[in-house]
């Protein structure tokens, strides 16, 4: 069995033509949804980059991995997907970025080069092509005569001036496609695509796929507001364009996005059925986060809004062809991917894990116990540690600067840390800018978001007990590594 893990950076979950959206194209991932199980419900557990990759790189929250911003340091105790592949005896290989910061108890002294970098690379990859700061496209750009660039900003935003092929997403595409050409059979490989992802310029002529006079316009902030949302609709990297014209614009480019990573995903899938490795090769296809795209007046990725957190799920298990082509309806979470691929290598699901086996679906049945909602949690705290002063550790102030969002059936029920909190009826309107007022609908919610916080804490070491002969009452298959 090889595996792929592929992420799709800021793909929100509703840009699929198979989920119906009214737009954007998406043939190659629509059809590799029919060769596998789509997960039409499917949420990251935290945003932006780093803390949603934690969650589904370690399958555990936010709460317990403490991966808070963008430069919050990943803790080395925790397991991952990488290394659970190398107890598998793979070589677990990276064609991307990952965005982990190094833990500082195990840098190499205070002048360790990883301690000014959260874009790091997980721990148990090994790295074949680095694009967490596009050196090497930057460099291949130039040698081809279309460089030098003075950021990575404005490389990315001037895609659509070069040739299509040329593109970031098509360079790291064309890395893969060699790397695999060299690869015996058992591979494990995790391609990290930056696009969708911002700046909102779509390369060569995906960048005019899309008329901005076809796109539809974004939902409108609600009336009454939350402070966080005023706030951020009061900065400019997080608030939406005013015009309409420049709102249908941004969205036009963001659909090309989309379209063009789905064709290089297809010929990700071509170039394995050409080297006769399709049936060989578990696949998942997941974003870390995904996007506001004037939503709720917004961009990109924040607060406890849907848009920022539904993602689209893709699985396809080459030994499981009785479930390829079903849609899963129940909520499932980033933080599952990794005991999946667990499950899928053969070996013991980390005692870390919050998530859970998407084995049932890959086998076509919905399992009764299976979750009723899924959650994620927002932390702004970088904006306070940034700008003032405390008397670490004992000021708490950085701990309230934090929310918690249920999302189930009905209902969206936002806890924030300074006790604050609000509710949404997604039924009564799915464009989240209802608010429940109930008492009692509320307080059952609150109920419900108080006992998963307590079944879900950390309980690497809480189900062993030391006594006399040692370690007693370790759950079946839990190891040394757990």
């Not at 809004?305 to 499932?332: C, K, M, W």
């Not at 899924?374 to 306070?384: F, G, I, N, Q, S």
């Not at 003032?388 to 918690?404: I, K, M, N, V």
Request: charged share 25%.
């Amino acid at each position: 069995m090889n595996i792929l893990l592929v992420t799709l950076d800021q793909f929100r979950g509703d840009c699929l033509s198979a989920a119906g959206h009214s737009v954007v194209q998406t043939p190659n991932l629509d059809a590799l949804a029919a060769d596998g199980v789509r997960l039409a419900r499917h949420y990251s557990q935290a945003a932006p980059c780093s803390p949603g990759r934690a969650c589904l790189y370690t399958g555990t929250y936010q709460m317990n991995n403490r991966v808070v911003a963008n430069g919050t340091p990943l803790d080395a105790r925790f397991d991952n997907v990488a290394r659970a592949a190398r107890r598998a005896g793979m070589d677990p290989t990276l064609l991307g970025y990952t965005d982990q910061g190094i833990d500082p108890r195990h840098a190499d002294g205070p002048d360790d080069p990883r301690l000014s970098d959260y874009e790091g690379v997980l721990p148990g990859f090994a790295l074949e092509l680095d694009l967490a700061h596009e050196r090497a496209w930057h460099a291949w750009l130039t040698e081809l005569g279309h460089g030098p660039f003075g950021s990575r900003e404005h490389a990315l935003a001037t895609e659509p001036e070069r040739p299509v092929e040329l593109s970031i997403s098509a360079f790291l595409t064309d890395r893969f496609i060699d790397w695999v050409g060299r690869q015996d059979a058992g591979w494990f490989a995790h391609t990290s695509y930056l696009r969708p992802h911002p700046p909102y310029a779509a390369a060569g002529e995906w960048s005019k796929r899309y008329a901005p006079d076809d796109v539809p316009l974004p939902i409108e902030p609600a009336q009454q507001r939350h402070p966080l949302h005023d706030g951020a609709l009061s900065v400019p990297a997080a608030a939406a364009p005013r015009s309409e014209a420049e709102v249908r614009a941004m969205r036009a480019q963001y659909y090309g996005m989309v379209s063009e990573v789905d064709f290089h995903l297809g010929r990700v899938c071509d170039e394995l059925r050409r080297l006769g490795q399709w049936d060989d090769t578990f696949v998942v296809v997941t974003s870390d986060h995904g996007e506001q795209l004037g939503d709720h007046g917004l961009v990109e990725k924040l607060g406890w809004f849907e848009q920022s957190y539904h993602v689209l799920g893709i699985v396809r298990d080459p030994s499981r062809p009785h479930a390829h082509g079903t849609v899963v309806n129940e909520f499932t979470e980033n933080v599952d991917i990794f005991p999946t691929l667990c499950d899928a290598l053969g070996i013991d699901v980390p005692a870390q894990c919050d998530g859970l086996p998407l084995t049932p679906f890959l086998d076509g049945v919905e399992p009764p116990w299976w979750r009723t909602a899924a959650h994620w949690e927002y932390d702004w705290r970088e904006v306070l540690l940034r700008h003032a002063e405390y008397p670490w550790p004992w000021d708490r102030r950085p701990e309230r600067q934090h929310l918690t969002v249920l999302r189930n059936d009905g209902y969206q029920y936002v806890q924030f840390a300074d006790g604050s909190w609000r509710c949404f009826d997604f039924g009564a309107d799915p464009t989240g800018r209802t608010e429940v007022t109930d008492a009692a609908r509320v307080l059952a919610l609150a109920q419900e978001m108080l006992t998963w916080r307590s079944q879900h804490a950390d309980r690497t070491m809480s189900g062993m007990l030391l006594e006399c002969g040692g370690i007693g009452r370790r759950p079946p298959g839990v190891g040394a590594h757990s």
